[in-house]
């Protein structure tokens, strides 16, 4: 089959409501009233940050997940269509409204989190073995995010091991988001795994360790057979390919000026990093160009509004650390 697509992502499509600045230090407290410099509707989850990243960045890109016909449904499919997203394997859920989250950003451009899941938790591995044929139309898939999907969770090894054999070629990646635990449900699905790059937070939660090194080597034990590492934020990021396992890989990080809001970024250093790889870059020059993705996301509010075209971050990376 012709690969008329760059990336799929597979999972959350998410309708994001943000305000700031909002004190995450202290209670709310009951009954009060506080005034916010802005409140702005967003997309967020794997599929549109990931995926509106990737097309920013000059990918053709899919779209594979569950919406509600709802009012939040409809705005991430506009979005994603005005992105240029491919909506081919998006499914139309009336059991349930659009999973929506309101995100909270505080003057340092940290957040917290409230989150309903509604209809994109119903994601199943048969939901995406039923849509082999619009896979197998991609050189990569994204699949997210570990720590959010119940139903899809004790299938990732089966649904990454389905894409595999119906695509061999095809890169298979991974997303998590912060809490997310079960370290025996990644084991199954590492064997079928190109990219697993999480936090540091959502690495150690994982794995149940603490050091960087520590953690590639308990993904390397579990049998993943391509790249695996941690996203370190202001460090940068530690990344370790099969074909040198012992060889650990820093990339330096993008030091920015002021952190706006950083909802999304690591969703969009995925995007950088897939892309850099699509496009044929080493280990370590993938590595710095998703740190560049990742430090434009955090100057501004939203989890891609900051990213920019692929010539545009590429100067900026060369500018900032020198990238290949």
Not at 165 to 182: E, F, M, S, W
Not at 188 to 198: N, R
Request: charged share 20%; with cysteine; proline share 4%.
């Amino acid at each position: 089959m012709k690969q008329t697509l760059d990336l799929i992502l597979v999972g959350h499509v998410v309708a994001d409501i943000i305000g700031r600045p909002v004190a995450l230090d202290r209670p709310i407290g009951h009954g009060k009233l506080y005034l916010s410099d802005a409140i702005e509707l967003h997309t967020g989850g794997n599929v549109c940050n990931v995926g509106i990243a990737a097309a920013k960045l000059g990918l053709r890109v899919g779209a594979l997940g569950r919406v509600g016909d709802d009012d939040w449904g409809a705005t991430a499919a506009r979005r994603l269509r005005a992105a240029g997203v491919d909506l081919g394997g998006l499914i139309t859920d009336k059991r349930g409204q659009t999973s929506a989250t309101i995100v909270c950003v505080d003057p340092s451009g940290e957040r917290s989190f409230f989150h309903t899941g509604g209809c994109g938790n119903q994601l199943t591995a048969a939901d995406i073995v039923a849509r082999l044929p619009y896979i197998r139309r991609a050189r990569a898939v994204c699949l997210g995010y570990h720590g959010l999907m119940p139903k899809l969770e004790p299938a990732w090894g089966a649904a990454l091991r389905a894409i595999k054999r119906a695509g061999p070629r095809i890169i298979t990646a991974l997303d998590c988001v912060a809490g997310a635990k079960n370290f025996g449900q990644i084991a199954k699905a590492m064997p079928w795994l190109d990219i697993f790059v999480p936090s540091l937070d959502e690495a150690r939660s994982i794995s149940g360790v603490d050091s960087p090194e520590k953690i590639i080597a308990r993904f390397r034990g579990a049998g993943a057979p391509g790249i695996v590492g941690v996203k370190l934020g202001a460090e940068g990021c530690l990344l370790s390919d099969a074909a040198e396992p012992q060889k650990l890989v820093h990339a330096p990080p993008i030091l920015v000026k002021k952190v706006v809001d950083a909802t999304g970024a690591g969703d969009s250093w995925l995007a950088g990093f897939i892309t850099a790889r699509l496009r044929g870059f080493s280990l370590h020059c993938a590595g710095r160009f998703a740190n560049a993705v990742g430090a434009c996301c955090v100057q501004a509010i939203g989890a891609s509004t900051g990213i920019r075209s692929f010539q545009e971050t590429l100067k900026f990376a060369r500018r900032n650390c020198g990238v290949c």
